[in-house]
């Protein structure tokens, strides 16, 4: 016949409670001894009596043990704070995404789209919001208008000073230079001026030339020494020259 099933309780008799634990010591003693053996695992094992006596096994030293199980306790709390710390990360971005298709749809309802699940109340208040955007958007456009009039009522006022002060310094220049009664001839006019005075001249030595070749003029200036020929017939004209005036001249 085969073992009944024991209840799991604490055991009310001392005596029977004392030769139990005696036996399932044992009997956990050894079962870690060949889980050692039998699996090449680090084991060990601390066992306290309710009398406060210790039992215990350790395959590689209880100390070994003991400070191979501190040094995974303080690399696991690190994993677990980064494993806390990625969760509540992630958390976070799923709420961001929700936020995200909210902005999304809002913004298609601001534009006339997607307004098919939408009652009157919520058609009156999109339209009340648009509104007030609206007459923002014209405020701060009339807002920037007037900053640009000022701008250029100040360059105006500007412009002004300086055509003043421009003006002031000429007056200034005429009164140390005054102004001749007639004004000077540009490039062009002085050009046209001499180029006329110049043909007016050649054309009255042409004149001139004509008249001497036909024989209007009877005088004839000659430079140099006279000849016996012209000593001979102007000796009367050349003795009256040379009372007169001291030098000898040949008219012709």
């Not at 009997?27 to 084991?43: F, N, P």
């Not at 809002?106 to 509104?131: A, F, I, P, R, W």
């Not at 005054?178 to 050649?202: F, I």
Request: include cysteine.
């Amino acid at each position: 016949m085969g073992r009944g099933k024991i209840e799991i309780k604490r055991i009310e008799n001392s005596n029977s409670r004392q030769v139990t634990f005696s036996k399932r010591r044992t009997g956990l003693l050894k079962k870690a001894q060949e889980l050692a053996i039998l699996c090449d695992a680090e084991v060990a094992v601390i066992i306290f009596s309710n009398t406060g006596k210790l039992f215990e096994f350790s395959s590689s030293g209880m100390k070994r043990t003991l400070s191979r199980y501190k040094k995974c306790l303080d690399s696991t709390e690190p994993a677990r704070v980064e494993h806390k710390a990625e969760k509540q990360d992630s958390k976070e971005v799923d709420n961001l995404k929700e936020e995200i298709v909210k902005l999304q749809a809002k913004q298609l309802m601001l534009l006339g789209h997607d307004l098919t699940g939408l009652s009157l109340k919520e058609l009156q208040h999109l339209e009340q919001q648009l509104n007030e955007g609206l007459l923002c958007v014209k405020e701060k456009k009339e807002h920037l208008l007037m900053e640009q009039l000022e701008q250029s009522r100040v360059q105006e006022q500007r412009a002004m000073l300086e055509n003043e002060t421009l003006r002031r310094q000429v007056e200034e220049l005429r009164c140390f230079f005054p102004s001749t009664d007639h004004s000077v001839p540009t490039y062009h006019e002085y050009y046209s001026m001499e180029r006329k005075h110049s043909l007016g001249s050649a054309s009255a030595d042409i004149a001139c030339n004509c008249s001497t070749e036909k024989g209007d003029s009877d005088t004839t200036l000659h430079l140099g020494l006279p000849t016996d020929r012209y000593r001979k017939r102007k000796a009367p004209e050349g003795e009256s020259h040379s009372n007169d005036s001291g030098s000898q001249l040949v008219l012709l």
